[in-house]
């Protein structure tokens, strides 16, 4: 039988000790025999222990590996969906917002260099000042994370940049810093590895040159 499954996920995320089946399952917005079926299972496992109390029994959470293994496994389906939503959420919004710094620099090269920020999904975010308030209450309504200067461990995390008077391309419906922007901040940061794949996709005639030496041992 199969242990992990939407049901078996929702009760982990969602069980508190002292609660009974029925509660649960209301709150779940499922059937109370599906519940009650998986319940079981999950005590077989050592997941949840049912104590008898008064004439229902009620739900005990017994945190051991398999347990923290359902988390650890709802943490990362709950980055990848929040994720997702955030890059919809940039296509919709009316305001005045583009990508800058690696996050810019990994549209524009289509991914093919992909920016440490970037792979550990911080993104840069420039806004309007007058759009900021805006842009945070959209973020907090998706559940989304940001910050304005201190990296956290919440992913995805968004840097808001506030900023006055910039340009905006799009880019595969993204809006981001135009090509030539994003061209000078790499020449000023000496990143000729960024420099050479956008050289290579736009033909910039940069004469960027960049090689990474391995060493056969």
Excluded at 52 to 61: A, S, W
Excluded at 157 to 177: R, T, Y
Aim: cysteine-free.
């Amino acid at each position: 039988m199969v242990i992990v499954n939407e049901i078996t996920m929702n009760i982990v995320k969602n069980a508190e000790d002292g609660e009974s089946i029925h509660s649960l399952a209301s709150k779940m917005e499922f059937a109370y025999s599906a519940v009650y079926r998986w319940i079981f299972e999950l005590e077989r496992y050592g997941v949840i222990s049912l104590i008898r109390k008064g004439n229902r029994n009620v739900i005990k959470i017994n945190k051991n590996l398999i347990y923290k293994k359902f988390k650890e496994l709802d943490d990362a389906v709950s980055v990848i969906e929040k994720d997702g939503n955030f890059w919809e959420l940039v296509k919709t919004l009316k305001l005045r917002i583009r990508f800058v710094k690696g996050t810019a620099a990994t549209i524009w090269t289509k991914g093919s260099f992909i920016t440490g920020d970037f792979y550990d999904r911080i993104y840069f975010l420039e806004v309007d000042k007058k759009d900021a308030n805006t842009l945070k209450d959209a973020l907090k309504e998706e559940g989304i994370a940001f910050t304005e200067g201190e990296v956290n461990n919440q992913r995805p995390l968004v840097w808001i940049i506030q900023k006055e008077g910039f340009d905006v391309d799009k880019k595969d419906g993204l809006p981001i810093m135009p090509l030539r922007e994003l061209v000078e901040w790499g020449k000023e940061l000496h990143l000729e590895n960024i420099l050479e794949q956008l050289d290579r996709l736009y033909n910039l005639k940069l004469n960027a040159k960049y090689s990474e030496v391995s060493t056969n041992i």
